[in-house]
């Protein structure tokens, strides 16, 4: 059931081609490492690419090196006896097995142990030294393996860095299009765009309104989605969704005259760059399709600086200097739920929606303004 892909599925079978490459897999949360990194193993067990067996382990937090080796030659299936394994048994466990393997180590990130850190950069070294014939490829989201790379900097070398992007309306789409087929349904186009807009490259929003939409258009005895049935859904998901605590927490109010949600809202519709940072001044646009009112940026500033803070549950974080300060969502998912909560609230309409991206659309294609 992967959708897309494929772009980074060759980067990975080109690296394990080459002796001495391994694979570092990072990207945002949510956006589809962990199931990517199924399939790979997958697809190198079945189509045996040079006799590959893949297989993949998750680190948890009470992990350390010994115990994830010792996972991973269980899920290859060959008995060890080490005490404790250090990188070099490990090295020449791997070497004396009989096939190459692609080894996965996914949520590196949860790892807590930073010696077991620090032994795995040497594993990776060693294993780039030798030219062992496996593959490693680890997991996660960019820091972690910024820290993996800073416990060995000559490792950087032997590894090969795929990012796991959002995913492209394009890719969104097939997701709706393979569980249709699955579910023996249809969706009009409209409506499958609409969702894949919603999800603002993040396939779990694609796959709770696809089932969401999909259950209501059976309910109603129909094989065809529509974009009413899509509008329910975004009223199901804002209500029943895990994360409606943690946007109840950042916005709620005593008083009604505070702006918490309407600029939380505003942040959630703010042109972003490609990391999803944004500046005080984006807020601008949508605040006032919101209110109907023009504020200038001392008068959100101080929701923004709440929004930092652990009573209002940390949801933005922000990097640079004073006076130039860049926010972003901490956790990708909340983005697009604000959004959809103000859709279903009625706050915003699908016509703010078109509005502001036309916006961004004139932004992209517009000439740089002359300096003189
Ligand atoms: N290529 C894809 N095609 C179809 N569905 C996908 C695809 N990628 C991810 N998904 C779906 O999106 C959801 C999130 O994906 P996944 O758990 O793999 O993300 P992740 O990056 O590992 O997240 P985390 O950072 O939280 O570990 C899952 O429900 C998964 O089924
Ligand atoms: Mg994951």
Redesign the pocket.
């Known amino acids: ?5 494929q772009a980074q599925l060759m980067d990975v079978i080109s690296a394990a081609g080459q002796p001495g490459q391994h694979v570092a897999l990072y ?11 199924n399939v790979l193993a997958e697809v190198f067990n079945q189509i045996g690419v040079g006799g590959y067996r893949g297989v993949g382990v998750n680190c948890s937090t009470d992990d350390n090196f010994d115990s994830i080796w010792r996972n991973i030659f269980r899920e290859l299936d060959e008995d060890i006896e080490y005490v404790a394994i250090t990188p070099e048994d490990v090295r020449h466990a791997i070497e004396s097995f009989g096939s190459p393997a692609l080894i996965v180590i ?2 590196l990130d949860r790892l807590e142990d930073e010696s077991s850190l620090s032994l795995l950069a040497d594993t990776i070294k060693t294993f780039s030294d030798h030219s062992v014939n496996s593959t490693l490829v680890v ?1 996660g ?1 960019a820091r972690s393996i910024d820290e993996l790379i800073g416990e060995h900097e000559s490792i950087e070398r032997a590894l090969v860095q795929v990012e ?1 992007p959002r ?1 492209s309306r394009g ?1 969104l789409r ?2 709706i299009e ?1 569980g249709c087929s699955y579910a023996e349904l249809t969706a009009l186009d409209l409506a499958i765009d609409k969702i894949t807009k919603f999800s603002e490259g ?3 929003y ?2 709770l309104l696809g089932l969401y939409a999909g259950q209501r258009a059976v309910m109603d005895d129909r094989t065809e989605i529509m974009v009413v049935d899509v509008d329910a859904a975004v009223d199901q998901a804002v209500a029943k969704h895990t994360i409606r605590s943690d946007y109840r927490r950042a916005t709620r109010s005593t008083r009604t005259d505070t702006l918490y949600s309407q600029v939380l809202l505003a942040c959630a519709l703010a042109e972003k760059d490609a990391l999803g940072f944004f500046p005080a001044g984006a807020l601008r646009d949508p605040l006032e399709m919101i209110t109907g009112k023009r504020y200038e940026i001392p008068a959100f500033a101080p929701h923004l600086k709440k929004f930092l803070e652990p009573g209002r549950g940390s949801v933005l974080r922000r990097e640079g200097e004073p006076r130039s300060y860049f926010y972003r969502f901490a956790n990708p998912l909340l983005q697009p739920y604000v959004i959809l909560n103000g859709l279903s609230e009625k706050v915003i309409s699908d016509e703010t929606l078109a509005s502001l991206e036309q916006r961004s659309t004139v932004h992209e294609t517009s000439e740089p303004e002359p300096l003189f």
């Open positions: 059931m992967l959708a897309g892909r990207g945002e949360r949510g956006v589809g490492k962990t199931s990517f990194a996914d949520e997991v989201v796991m995913m890719e097939e997701i393979k993040l396939p779990h694609t796959h």
